[in-house]
Nanobody, 124 residues
């Protein structure tokens, strides 16, 4: 059974950095695409960043390009999202996502497993 558990969220100020972690138990990372989505209050969940199953292709939403970096450690079964230069508009619940094989860019319908989410709040 696949279980994705996010951690690392919290309250930070605009301009700060934060690293989210996702422990991916039951998910075979070397053959899995992994990604991060977020849901801003009152809006639909949106794709933020993704890594394809080979780990060589990455994709980012335009709004986070140049500020966020997705990575993974297959040996530790961990997926990370390094967030820098955070903005108030980055405030959201962030979800870890995974699927077998797959490209770096994911639609919600592509995702096979979701975490429960971690809250990130960025104050002005």
């Amino acid at each position: 059974q696949v279980q994705l558990v996010e951690s690392g969220g919290g309250l930070v100020q605009a301009g700060d950095s934060l690293r989210l972690s996702c422990e991916a138990s039951g998910l075979d990372l070397p053959i899995s695409a992994t990604g991060w989505f977020r849901q801003i209050a009152g809006k639909e969940r949106e794709f933020v960043a993704g890594l394809d199953w080979t780990g060589r292709e990455v994709a980012y939403a335009e709004s986070v390009k140049g500020r966020f970096t997705i990575s993974r450690d297959n040996a530790k079964n961990m997926v990370y999202l390094q967030m820098t230069s955070l903005k108030v508009e980055d405030t959201a619940v962030y979800y870890c996502a995974g699927r077998k094989f797959g490209r770096a860019t994911m639609a919600e319908s592509d995702v096979g497993a979701w975490g429960r989410g971690t809250q990130v709040t960025v104050s002005a």
